[in-house]
């Protein structure tokens, strides 16, 4: 066999167990511990593998955080109590926090100072979601605390997004692009996810239910969230893919919920199973499955995880879990070695290209 065609066969054999072994991801388990009290939750990871969420002190109050390599970095707050919603690539995070005045506002924290970003006109205000380009979006009270608008915040001007003919709407998450979901109140007082896509705020309806919530958007514009269903009074989790509104079903038991999503259609969030049980899930683009028991939690020590509520394109997730009595943040590090029989045929293979060329050479 000629080496150009042994090298070629090498690269064939490496491509076609990578597709069969698509699924095979291993995931390194991540405690990312608190800012000294008992608890902490994981809400949002950027590209990078930072995570933001929120944690209680040893004082027993509660402040945002951004996690980063190994480290849990408390970014302060503008009063009182803070809680962090969303980071982008950058770093920068968004959330909301009491201020001296003892109102909630929103924040963006740019690596080093929380900035307070105001409000359309009331006292309270929440930062929600935030791009790459640094468009912030969330909700805030206008004039007179009369009605709780959804906003998109850009360069020190917070605009009104409006509602679906109600009195109140808050955007949930925001992808580059600047279109924003979330939920807003209907003309009959019904609650409806929306997509806005920079110009007009459209009702994405519910899986039969009078109420259904956005909570994550895609690149593509791919929105996961929660709906009632048309019966009873379960709540489903579903993925709209701009067209159709997909219920993605539970884990046995009676609801979900689908808070993250990745341009890959991954969707995380949580579902009760068959004992009744709240679990964090992944869904795979075909199949709901319970995420501590795809990464076997409980063989590294955690009781159980909780909720998933943040996922990147790298396929990592971040969440609350159980540890040692304690419901913690944690962060799921994806990767995809590749397996020892194929690496040994692998170099079986590039054996075969070196007694080639020593034959050649001889």
């Known amino acids: 066999m000629k080496k150009s065609r042994l090298l070629g066969a090498v690269c064939i054999c490496l491509f076609t167990f990578g ?5 095979a991801v291993s995931y390194t388990i991540i405690d990312l511990g608190t800012l000294g009290g008992m608890e902490s939750w994981g809400s949002s990871i950027n590209a990078s593998g930072e995570v933001t969420g929120s944690s209680s002190t040893i004082e027993g109050s509660y402040r945002a955080f951004l996690y980063s390599g190994s480290t849990m970095q408390d970014v302060g707050t503008l009063g009182g109590a803070s809680y962090a ?44 979601g935030i791009n790459n380009s640094g468009q912030v979006t969330g909700t805030s009270n206008t004039t007179g605390d009369s009605s709780q608008h959804a906003f998109l915040y850009h360069n020190g001007t917070m605009q009104d997004l409006g509602t679906l003919g109600g009195t109140r709407s808050l955007g949930w998450g925001i992808n580059d692009s600047g279109w924003v979901t979330g939920e807003s109140t209907t003309g009959d007082g019904s609650y409806h996810a929306f997509l806005y896509d920079g110009n007009t705020m459209q009702d994405l309806g519910t899986l039969g239910g009078r109420y259904s919530w956005g909570w994550g958007i895609n690149a593509s514009g791919q929105v996961t969230g929660s709906s009632y269903l048309s019966e009873g009074n379960d709540i489903h989790a ?4 701009g067209s159709t509104m997909q219920d993605l079903g539970t884990l046995g038991g009676s609801g979900s919920q689908a808070f993250g999503i990745n341009t890959s259609g991954q969707v995380v969030g949580e579902a009760s199973n068959a004992a009744g049980q709240d679990v964090a899930f992944f869904y795979d683009g075909s199949s709901m499955l319970d995420l501590c028991v795809l990464v076997d939690c409980v063989a590294a020590g955690w009781d159980s995880f909780i909720e998933a509520v943040g996922i990147n394109d790298n ?5 609350m879990g159980n540890i040692n009595g304690q419901d913690h ?34």
């Open 315 to 319: 396929g990592d997730i971040t969440g």
């Open 85 to 128: 919603r969303s980071l982008n690539d950058s770093g920068q995070v968004v959330g909301y926090s009491d201020t001296t005045g003892g109102d909630s506002h929103a924040f963006l924290y740019d690596g080093s100072t929380m900035h307070d970003l105001g409000t359309l006109g009331g006292t309270s205000s929440g930062g929600l």
């Open 19 to 23: 597709v069969s072994s698509a699924h």
């Open 329 to 362: 943040a944690f962060l799921l590090v994806a990767s995809v070695p590749i397996p020892a029989a194929l690496w040994l045929f692998g170099s079986g293979l590039l054996g075969l290209v070196g007694m080639a060329r020593r034959k050649k050479a001889a």
């Open 238 to 241: 579903f993925l709209y893919d």
